[in-house]
């Protein structure tokens, strides 16, 4: 499985981003894809996730009410919607796969396949 992020940048406080990832290989055996994020000197934080069938999405709590994220299975894209930013969302942001499922989607740990990561820079 491989997965490329683009979409990322520079943008202030306030702005909108729409971050793309792009699945291919042998996605089949995936379950759903999620981001996560990391800013420096700082673990990687969940961001969002869903299951490649759609439905319910998950998404961390200083996120939630303005990151959505969404995916097109017929072209195994998943974007995340990324309103409001603030500085604190300043980090590298990557996409990652997942065999597992339901509260699984949130644990960074169960994610097997991950792209190089996108960086966001929101200035103040």
């Known amino acids: 499985v491989q997965l490329q992020a683009s979409g990322g940048g520079p943008v202030q406080a306030g702005g909108s981003l729409r971050l793309s990832c792009e699945a291919s290989g042998r996605i089949y055996g995936t379950h759903g894809l999620g981001w996560f994020r990391r800013a420096p000197g700082k673990e990687h934080e969940f961001v969002a996730a869903?299951?490649?069938?759609?439905?319910?999405?998950y998404y961390g709590d200083s996120v939630k009410g303005r990151f959505t994220i969404s995916v097109d299975s017929a072209k195994y894209m998943v974007y995340l919607q990324m309103n409001n930013l603030r500085p604190a969302d300043t980090a590298v942001y990557y996409c990652?796969?997942?065999?597992?499922?339901?509260?699984?989607?949130?644990?960074?740990?169960?994610?097997?396949?991950w792209g190089q990561g996108t960086q966001v820079t929101v200035s103040s």
């Open positions: 990652a796969a997942t065999l597992y499922s339901g509260d699984y989607l949130r644990q960074i740990d169960e994610y097997e396949y």
């Open positions: 869903i299951p490649w069938v759609g439905g319910s999405a």
